[in-house]
């Protein structure tokens, strides 16, 4: 239909003035109902007086968050990429102008005028980042930032869940004016989830598949002389809760420490699940975690590692992203096949 009311091209052409006049909204435009959102966030107050026009992305997890709500024309920028965009947010991507290789700098935000500026990581709000949001809000640029890593530890959603990540999800969407595009992309992501849980089978290598009994997973982000595995309350417990597996370092008090490898000899996980980086540094890709783990003298008698039992997760889904399903079909993927 090509009926345009004249309230809806004024507030087009009224944007910076914050317009929220009714009218037929365009498929990329705020709700004609969208206003002021106000909201606590992390212990801040982020107030939001008309659906931002030029938000700025301060990495990838937002990033990607924002395209798959389709806002990328309401984008002025993005910044610290570090795993090539999923392929069906590709188009869109390519359409918002990349600020910074890494954090862009306070001056680099003032320069592209945003009004709305998001981060799911706290580093990027660091004075030599972007600078703190209590800043930017004083320069009327309201700023948000993902609740698993609030600024405040103490603030901080202390165990990811995939509600959690909906909540974020929903709050975006809200901010924009675009609620009902968080409802489509939740129930799309909750579909896959119930796939990938259904699809596990009752018993697998090690367990009986009940959350108390099931296989013992080992997630192992990272290094080889000192191995970085995941511990308490992390995405990779989410997707245990989801499939009914355990996490073999479950009891660490931090969601990524330090392991060692006679300590994780002694556990003797059942399956190992390997993160694929693409930095490029030594162990990074899943492939070099394997060899290293086949040759070490401790870790090559390991059940896992002598029967291979190995899942290869890319490392940008073990954060709290919409990458996290993934991580959830692979494992159940996985699991399901260590059983063939």
Known sequence: MKTISITAALCVMLAAA????????????????AGAVHLTNCGLSVDVDAPPRRAIALEQNATEIMLSLGLADRMAGTSYQ???VLPELRPSYEKVPVLAKLYPSGEAIRSANPD??????????????????????KLGVPAYLSGFACEDPAEAIQTVSFDGLFTEIRDIARIFGVPERAEQLISEQRSRLDAARDAVPSATPGGTGQPDAGPSLLWYYSGTSTPYVAGQGGVPDAVGALLGVRNAYTDAGQKWPAGNWEEIAERNPDVI???????????DSAQSKIDFLR?????????????GRFITVPGSSMDPSIRSVEAAELVGAGLRGSTR
């Open 18 to 33: 914050g317009c929220a006049a009714g009218g037929t909204a365009g498929p990329n435009e705020p709700s004609a109902s």
């Open 82 to 84: 570090t795993d090539p």
């Open 116 to 137: 709305f500026v998001y981060s799911t990581y706290s580093s990027a709000y660091a004075t030599d980042a972007a600078g703190p949001r209590t800043d930017l809000a």
């Open 273 to 283: 699940v390997v993160a694929d980086l693409t930095r490029g540094g030594d162990g």
């Open 295 to 307: 040759r070490n003298p401790v870790t090559s008698k390991l059940d896992a590692v002598v029967a």
